[in-house]
């Protein structure tokens, strides 16, 4: 009989699967037979991927790398993270760091009155001042 020990903070035997990184099993020297049975482990579970390499957790979700490297920059902040899924501004922007007041205060005089100009005073007054008067 296989002991699998229990310890006190555990609820359940220990979890015996096999574990491979994702830099393990792109840089790994294997054969073809090696990495053909080593994707067949991964299918039925014998064999778990354990922290993807962004490259491949770009090709298994069909999102660009760029993309990927954004969302890393996002995905600890749940404030950030949720308005991103909720579509309410793009997650390069997000990632980018600057928000709207940051690139404001940065910007000339004649930058903000084009930017007065092209947005007009009602926008202005009814988005950005009166909600908070």
Known sequence: MLYCP??????????TTAQISGRNLA????SKAERVLTAA???????VLIKPTATQAAKLL?????????????????????????GEVPLYR??????LADRFRRASR???LLAAHEL???????QMIAPIV
Do not use: C, M
């Open 110 to 112: 004649g930058e903000r």
């Open 94 to 99: 997000v990632a980018d760091g600057e928000s």
């Open 120 to 126: 007009g005073p009602e926008l202005i007054w009814d």
């Open 62 to 86: 069909d999102i660009s790398l760029p993309y990927v490297f954004a969302a890393t920059k996002v995905a600890w902040s749940p404030e950030r993270r949720r308005a991103v899924l909720a």
């Open 41 to 47: 482990d991964l299918i039925d579970g014998r064999l």
């Open 27 to 30: 840089h790994g020297h294997r």
């Open 6 to 15: 229990v310890y006190p903070d555990q609820r359940g035997p220990v979890n």
